[in-house]
């Protein structure tokens, strides 16, 4: 670790599925971390609430709202990196709310950087998705493919990808933004794909319900995305970059759920419900990663590859799931958009 990375990491999301593993991940390397959550008045800090307590009390909270450059400006004092992982994420929702998300994705990511602008850090983490690529025209998929808005979500993060470049080219302000591709894992949203499936069966339901089942995605797994955010953080180079992270391995959601089945034991149904369907337009049909460019600027490859590394990360999900306490944290009959 150098001396830039010994001062305090903001994490912006910290509350979430990615933001929470990272967190953790940081304090077990030694980082002093500070970590930003979504004010709420029950006091909840989302999935840190469930954290090692040995690894808890090493963390330090903050409630907040990236949407109020004054909260953002108090949480970044003293902050010598950080890692926004803050945004709305669900599809679905953003087309009966797409206000929410430019005011979140868009105006949020801009206060976080003009936080950082104003103390100076030295290594700006933005996070991106695979959406913004929109239905591959060429796989696999390299950062110089052309970017799609197919629907307000991935609209809304291309326009904060552009705004964090922005920072870059104008101030020179030091920022790397990070591409995943379909992380899943422990601790995900059910209202993503694997754990809609994973729920429904452990609900004991045959008859699964999800949208299209031709798209392919490319899954990566929990453990490599947070490898990958770490390995950019400490990496001396790619600072106005584009970086993807991604498995390298595509696989359709019709093959996906009966993989799923399959190492479960189960016999199901795949059922099309039509509420779960995108509109036509909006639908991307095809994610696949080009990882090279992580590999030669972050030293990061995956180690959850290929069919065997996807059946691994499906099996762990399956484990932490399957414990009645995270289980009840899912409210399978209940199709969350």
């Avoid at 933001?19 to 500070?34: C, M």
């Avoid at 907040?64 to 949480?75: P, Y």
Wanted: aromatic share 10%; charged share 25%.
């Amino acid at each position: 670790m150098n001396n830039r990375n010994k001062k305090k990491v903001l994490v912006t999301g910290a509350d979430g599925f990615i933001g929470s593993h990272v967190v953790e991940k940081l304090v077990r390397k030694g980082y002093d971390v500070k970590a930003f959550v979504m004010y709420n008045s029950m006091n909840s800090w989302g999935w840190l609430d469930y954290c090692d307590p040995n690894i808890a009390r090493h963390i330090e909270v903050v409630a907040g709202d990236i949407r109020d450059l004054r909260c953002v400006e108090d949480a970044m004092e003293h902050c010598g990196s950080v890692i926004h992982l803050a945004s709305l994420i669900a599809i679905p929702y953003s087309y009966k709310a797409p206000e929410s998300y430019v005011e979140t994705n868009i105006k949020g990511t801009l206060n976080i950087l003009q936080a950082a602008r104003a103390v100076e850090v030295e290594r700006f983490l933005h996070t991106s998705t695979s959406e913004v690529y929109g239905t591959a025209k060429y796989v696999p998929i390299d950062e110089k493919h052309p970017l799609s808005g197919q629907s307000p979500y991935s609209a809304t993060k291309i326009a904060a990808d552009q705004i964090a470049y922005s920072f870059y080219a104008s101030f020179g302000l030091p920022v790397v933004t990070v591409r995943p591709f379909n992380t899943y894992g422990p601790r995900q949203s059910a209202r993503a794909i694997i754990p809609t499936v994973l729920s429904q069966i452990l609900d004991g339901k045959k008859d699964i319900k999800i949208g299209y089942s031709g798209a392919t995605r490319d899954f990566t797994y929990i453990d490599d995305t947070v490898d990958g955010f770490i390995a950019a953080l400490e990496a001396t180079n790619g600072v106005g970059e584009v970086v993807n992270l991604g498995s390298n391995f595509e696989i359709s959601i019709k093959d996906m759920v009966e993989l799923i089945a399959s190492i479960m034991e189960k016999e199901v149904n795949i059922i099309l419900d039509k509420e779960r369907i995108r509109p036509i337009k909006s639908e991307v049909e095809r994610l696949w990663a080009n990882n090279q460019k992580a590999l030669t600027l972050f030293n990061w490859k995956p180690k959850y590859r290929g069919v065997d590394g996807f059946k691994d990360g499906i099996s762990r999900t399956i484990e932490w799931l399957s414990v009645k306490e995270n289980f009840e944290k899912y409210k399978a009959n209940i199709y969350n958009i």
